[in-house]
């Protein structure tokens, strides 16, 4: 390192250094130049950052603020979805009234009605009555008006007169208060027709009948047989309770059986164009037979009427078959061949038998009757050995194939 001083002894040497120190001092100058250009170009960046970032904030908080709102348009959305089912359930309930209020006013004009067809044929009576003692009383001027002569038949004849005249005049009376009763139920049944027309505007078809209707009068005239025999109905046809079926009142039960409709076998082979049909012929809503579904009722209660027959008698009537394990909700005639087989032929025995014992029993049957569940035959059998026949009723009502549902 010495050396290399002593040499810069010479002019040439200071030169050297010196163009080297200048040229340091360049390059520094240069370097300092170059980064405060990089300072400032990152600064440049910096703030376009902080600007960036303050644009990306405004728009995120725009953003919640926009998300703020649909969720308080969600939450109004929700609260008037849950209005409109009240609405609706709301309407249903009072339609549901409206309907059962049509079905007693039905009920009401038809007992109206029928009154006034009695008062009407009692009205018939005494004006023939009255029409024999208008004759008798004409028969009896004449023949006092012959016996003028004979006092003592005179007398006769006029005290006859007189009671006759006593008791026309009675038959007149009570025919006048009928008269008067019969105008009151009329009124009452003009009264109840603009009441029943303005409930059912939408349902008028339901109730399109006349008040006005009279049943044919049939004479019935001495030797005259032919008359009385076309009246007669040689057989009655088969009849099912087809009030059974939700949806159908005596009403419509009526009105069913006037167009031939008797029995769930009937109601549950219709198809698209017989229930459009009767829901023409009975004056009932469009669509109302499918939506109740008649026909899926109809065939459940024909399997039920031929599998559990006691099931549809009505309340108080029961089975006194010990044997008839068919009461069982879940028990049809293949399943009591199969029990009674097994040994297991009463209540009592079905009572005393543990499912599981059952079970075994319907398992060996085959893979048709292994899907049964006999866990609640036992409890069934019991409630109908002890003739708890409501209690059973109730119970059954839970059950499906003999499962609680």
Do not use: C
């Not at 008791?167 to 006048?176: N, T, Y």
Request: net charge negative.
């Amino acid at each position: 390192m010495d050396n290399f001083f002593a040499g810069f002894n010479t002019t040439d040497s200071y030169a050297i250094l010196f163009i080297m120190l200048l040229a340091f001092l360049f390059g520094l100058i240069v370097g300092l130049l170059l980064r405060g250009r990089r300072i400032r170009a990152l600064k440049a960046e910096r703030d376009a950052a902080i600007e960036t970032k303050a644009l990306a904030e405004a728009e995120l908080a725009g953003m919640r603020e926009q998300l703020a709102l649909k969720e308080a348009d969600m939450k109004r959305i929700e609260l008037e979805t849950a209005e409109l089912h009240d609405k609706i359930a709301r309407h249903e309930e009072e339609k549901s009234k409206l309907y059962y209020e049509i079905h007693q006013l039905n009920a009401v004009v038809e007992s109206q009605q029928s009154t006034a067809k009695e008062f009407q044929a009692i009205i018939d009576t005494l004006e023939t009555q009255l029409s024999a003692a208008q004759n008798t009383q004409q028969q009896l001027q004449q023949t006092l008006e012959k016996e003028e002569d004979s006092v003592e038949d005179l007398a006769a004849m006029q005290s006859f007169y007189n009671a006759s005249r006593m008791r026309m005049d009675a038959i007149e009376e009570k025919l006048r208060l009928l008269e008067s009763e019969n105008s009151a139920l009329r009124q009452s049944l003009d009264d109840l027709k603009p009441l029943s027309a303005s409930q059912t505007i939408a349902a008028a078809p339901m109730i399109a009948f006349s008040l006005e209707e009279e049943p044919e009068e049939v004479i019935f005239e001495p030797g005259n047989k032919d008359v009385l025999r076309e009246k007669i109905v040689i057989e009655t046809p088969p009849k099912d309770d087809l009030s059974l079926i939700k949806g159908i009142g005596p009403f419509l039960e009526q009105k069913l059986n006037q167009l031939g409709i008797f029995t769930f076998d009937q109601v549950s082979q219709w198809d698209e164009a017989e229930i459009e049909r009767v829901t023409h012929e009975i004056g009932y809503f469009s669509g109302r037979i499918e939506k109740d579904d008649w026909v899926g009722q109809a065939r459940r209660l024909l399997q039920l009427k031929q599998e559990h027959p006691w099931a549809l008698q009505p309340l108080g009537i029961h089975s006194t078959d010990n044997a008839d394990l068919k009461i069982v909700e879940g028990i049809g005639p293949k399943i009591e061949s199969l029990l009674k087989e097994a040994g297991i032929n009463t209540w009592d025995d079905l009572a005393d038998t543990a499912a599981d014992r059952l079970q075994e029993i319907l398992a060996a049957a085959g893979e048709a009757f292994r899907i049964h569940d006999p866990t609640s035959w036992p409890m069934q059998a019991q409630m109908a050995a002890n003739g708890q026949w409501d209690l059973l009723r109730e119970y059954q009502e839970e059950l499906k194939g003999g499962r609680i549902v």
